[in-house]
Structures are given as C-alpha cells and as structure tokens.
C-alpha cells in the first residue's frame, strides 16, 4: 500500500485560472466489479455527513433509447466507449466549479437511462465512484486522490450475482453470458492495468480499516484548512 503523495496542484490551478473561489476536494474511486467500491463511497459520506456530494459513471452510460431492450442488453457495458465521458467531465468540472449539476440517472432493469435526473449540490468533497475512472487522461487530472479497491475476483463474482439477481431482476444466466464476454475480457484489459494510476491501493476495501482511517484522517486535514 502506497503513501498519500502530496494533494495535486493541478484542480487548484485549474480553477484559479477560471477565476473560482470554491475550493473541493476530488476523490476517484475505482476497482473491479462488485469490489467494493459503493461500500467505501458509503462509509465516507457517513462520516462526512454534509460536507460530500457522489458522482456515480455508471450514470454517464449513453442513451440507447432508439434499440430494443434486446439490442441494448446485447451491448458491451464495460469498455469506456459505453460511456459519455465528456459529458461527465463537463459536469463535474461545473460541480467543482461551485454549481449544481443535473446528472443523468441510469436504470439497469432496462439498459438504459431512465427520464429522471438528480440534482447534485456543490460540497467541500467530491467523490466519483466508477470502474474504468482511471482509464480516462482527462478524468484523471480531476482527481487530488484516486483509490483503488481491490478485491479478490471469486469474490467479487459472487457479490456480482447476488447484487444482479436481487437488486437488478438479472437471470443468472444472463449474468454469467454477460460476465464471461465482456465483464472479465474488459476487466483484465482495462481495469487491472488502471490500478497503477491509484495513489493508493486498499486490499478488502472498506474491510480495511487501516486504509479507511487514513483517508478519514486525510479528508478532515482538507476539511479543517478550507
């Protein structure tokens, strides 16, 4: 497990360049499916009750609105092309920025975004929560911290079913077809690698209480110089 590298000058900049006074921490919160990741973002905005606003990608998967269910189920979710990743990058640049965001809303019982939209309110710490935050450059940069949570893939895979059958109404073959061609393929080209962009890698995730104690302990330094 690596150290905290110092927090990035680059958000700081960058939003001195465009004349802003709002000052948020940016959190990237990536791993594989079903690692974890939800639980971490949980535990954080639990302790920091008010202060954090969640940014999800998998609300930034593109509208397929014009193919069937049977075509938009057929589809690859887990390349960064199913992504609308300048629109994500615009808003969240926005919500950095100090301006609440109309974020879309993703519907996983029909594949596609749904006709609703959540109001997302400026804080003092932002938190992305996604898979592949750490294949996007652009993404990236936006980040004063990226944490990985990486979790044994047996495990993960378990987790996986259970979420898809009980929380998504997904068959379990369904499941298994659609971990099989692109969960696993996307998983070992992309997400994998992506972990070396981390500043910091946290084995069991929120399990870890270690890790998680650090974060905390770095938040509130952040929270308590602003």
Do not use: W
Request: aromatic share 8%.
């Amino acid at each position: 497990m690596r150290a905290f590298s110092p927090l990035s000058t680059r958000l700081r900049k960058n939003l001195a360049d465009r004349g802003s006074n709002v000052r948020s921490l940016v959190i990237g919160i990536a791993g594989g499916t079903a690692s974890g990741k939800t639980s971490l973002t949980k535990a954080l905005v639990k302790e920091f009750k008010g202060n954090t606003a969640v940014v999800y990608l998998d609300n930034y998967y593109k509208s397929h609105t014009g193919l069937t269910y049977e075509q938009r189920a057929a589809l690859n979710y887990d390349a960064p092309t199913a992504f609308d990743i300048d629109l994500m990058i615009e808003q969240l640049r926005q919500l950095i920025d100090g301006n609440p965001i109309e974020c879309p809303v993703y519907d996983y019982t029909i594949h596609n975004r749904s006709e609703e939209v959540q109001e997302i309110a400026p804080q003092p710490v932002v938190i992305v929560e996604g898979i592949l935050l750490f294949v996007f450059p652009q993404l990236c940069e936006l980040f004063d911290i990226k944490l990985f949570v990486d979790t044994d893939a047996d495990e993960r895979i378990l987790r996986r079913v259970r979420r898809d059958m009980v929380e998504r109404g997904r068959t379990i073959d369904s499941i298994e077809k659609q971990y099989l061609e692109t969960v696993k393929p996307m998983h070992d080209l992309y997400v994998e690698p992506s972990k070396r962009k981390a500043d910091i890698i946290i084995p069991d995730g929120v399990q870890n209480l270690v890790a998680l104690d650090m974060i905390i302990n770095r938040i509130n330094n952040y929270l308590h110089s602003v």
